[in-house]
């Protein structure tokens, strides 16, 4: 997929800046998609184009990556944010359950980093951290045990800060599927944990929008957003409105199953690091999909 480059706008895109005319769903963009851009220009962008909420991205080689989250850094996002207008909805990290010894404790460290940051954001309603959980597959029957015991470890995180860690099921990982889910979530028994729910990954495991999110509906308190579309082995993921996913059923079953949270564009790397990428024109075309599904 090619993006527009030089962040034109749209065809058809809505009045940016404008609030549509159903905009109840809190629609974010997450700067996980916006690595190249300085923190206050994503900002900025993503306030004028008409979202009302970001997610930071905690992760290596981004603005904001936990090894650079001095006091004195944490201090300018926090200002920088506040001048936005846009409150943080999520901050994204990469955290796996399944790594070795050594890597588990640089991953409880990061968790550590990335709480104590969102506590500092919103002291009265912290936004959520959330992660995938790592592993292949194929290590779910090995390794689920020991996912389940270090996921009570960030859950302890989490409620030593007052934050909700979400997690979230991924096409590639140990745990792929809604009852996978279930199960680390019954077996960690935390009070701190909630899901972060992105349909790609189940359309990509050929399960269908409301049989994932029927069963998991109770415990989401995240809704990434984006396409997906599977080719034999291949797995692509696409801009919202690129696939087949149908948008106002979408919201529609969200509505349905009680959810208001934040809904939240995320881009993937398999498009973000392509040369021809516009981090601009993407949210841009992202939110035209989007709203033009709840004007439905």
Same mark, same amino acid.
């Given at each position: ?63 904001? $990556?936990? /090894?650079?989250? !001095? ?10 944010? @506040? #001048?936005?207008?846009? =409150? %943080? ?11 070795? $010894?050594? /890597?588990?404790? !640089? ?10 940051? @969102? #506590?500092?954001?919103? =002291? %009265? ?172």
């Amino acid at each position: 997929m090619t993006v527009a480059a030089g962040g034109a706008t749209v065809a058809g895109l809505p009045r940016l800046g404008a609030k549509t005319a159903r905009n109840d769903f809190n629609l974010g963009f997450s700067l996980y998609g916006m690595k190249t851009l300085p923190l206050e220009r994503a900002l900025a962008e993503c306030a004028r184009i008409g979202y009302r909420n970001i997610e930071l991205a905690l992760i290596a080689g981004f603005p904001t $990556e936990p /090894a650079n989250l !001095t006091k004195e850094t944490r201090t300018t996002v926090r200002r920088q944010v @506040a #001048a936005s207008g846009l =409150p %943080v909805s999520s901050l994204l990290i990469n955290l796996s359950l399944a790594a070795d $010894e050594k /890597a588990h404790a !640089t991953h409880l460290e990061n968790l550590r980093i990335a709480a104590l940051f @969102a #506590a500092e954001i919103d =002291p %009265v309603k912290p936004p959520i951290v959330q992660t995938v959980m790592g592993g292949a597959p194929q290590d779910w029957e090995e390794k689920k045990v020991l996912m389940a015991a270090r996921l009570r470890e960030w859950n302890a995180i989490g409620r030593s800060h007052g934050v909700t860690v979400g997690v979230k099921a991924h096409v590639q990982s140990a745990v792929n599927t809604p009852d996978k889910l279930l199960w680390m979530l019954q077996e960690a028994g935390g009070s701190n944990l909630a899901v972060a729910y992105d349909y790609s990954h189940y359309a990509l495991a050929g399960i269908s929008l409301e049989d994932s999110l029927r069963p998991l509906a109770s415990q989401i308190k995240f809704v990434h957003i984006k396409d997906a579309r599977r080719d034999g082995n291949d797995v692509r993921f696409l801009l919202p409105g690129d696939g087949t996913t149908d948008y106002a059923a979408y919201f529609q079953l969200l509505e349905k199953y009680g959810y208001r949270g934040p809904v939240v564009v995320e881009v993937s790397s398999q498009i973000f690091s392509r040369p021809d990428y516009d981090p601009i024109a993407a949210a841009e075309k992202a939110y035209a999909a989007l709203t033009r599904a709840l004007e439905k």
